[in-house]
């Protein structure tokens, strides 16, 4: 398969002997920039760009998708998902993913088809597992890949292996709609966790990620400039210890009367004042790397409910 992102002018494609990242500057004549082989790899299926375009997850359909490849013997590196970086229209292996929970004889299972979860300040995927059902995970880091959340059926047949699960997974308004080859449609909803809270949820649900959705031609995601956006990055920096907890009482206390503000349509230029200076300092301040992203966007958020508050 191959998928393109556009306004990067870039195209991944899953060409079952290998990756290939190609440049679509122009799409009548697109050009192959790199390529990249994996002795552990059976069928390169699938690629997937994350919300900005600058990695990618290939998919590994070891065993044609039709036997059980999740077991606990089974190598984590065969029938896994590859990720890398792009650096200067290179691809950088990064780190492997494959679901944990060991699966049955009964039950065929390996990588297949997915979609990005568009939650702002993080990278997650959710990936059909086939009967392993299936699995949301943050690669943010991308060489320290973690599952967040999953969802299994367990076998179809306690007795025999019948060929079922889930053949793709994708996220649509809100919603991870499963496409299971023996049971149906599952549509399911993320719920808050440890690893996911209430705002990052609410927020993934109001990003534009291009209008039609289409899970072969991905677009930079954007999202509101929203309370609950701006929640979202508090809650991660809360998670990690991007801010000292003092700053993050303060922000909370803000867009609590932000969002009540917005919501009578009023305004209040103190307020909107006040999150100015909040943008200020979390713009400002010092952070590593994995920080300045989300330190960078929740100021502009703050910025921009400031500018509605006026």
Known sequence: DITVFPAKKIAAGACSGNGILFD?????????IDVVADAGFAYWHSATFNNDGTK????????GGSRPRCRAFDPL???????????????????YYKMAAPQLEQENCVAHNGSIVPV???????????????????FTDSAHPTEIAYFDRG????EDLVLGGF???????????????????????????DHLSRNEIAAAALADAGGVFNPQQQFP??????????????????RTGGLPE???AELSTALDRAAAELEAGAGDADLASQLDSLAAFVAGGQADSDQSGRLAALGGTLRGIAEGLR
């Open 221 to 238: 995601v954007a999202w509101p400039a929203d309370p609950v956006v701006a929640r979202a990055y508090v809650d991660q920096l809360q």
């Open 56 to 63: 990618v997850i290939f998919t590994d359909e070891w065993g």
């Open 167 to 193: 053949w793709s997974t994708y996220w649509y308004g809100g919603k991870i709609y499963g496409t299971e080859i023996v049971r149906g449609l599952d549509v399911l909803s993320l719920v808050p966790s």
């Open 77 to 95: 590196d065969w029938g896994a998902d590859a990720i890398y970086d792009i650096v200067d229209g290179k691809l950088v292996f990064k780190s």
């Open 24 to 32: 679509i500057s122009d799409p009548l004549n697109p050009q192959r």
């Open 155 to 158: 076998p179809i047949d306690a």
């Open 120 to 138: 702002p300040g993080r990278d997650i995927f959710v990936q059909a597992w086939y009967q392993g059902g299936l699995s949301v995970i943050d």
């Open 246 to 248: 003092v700053r993050i």
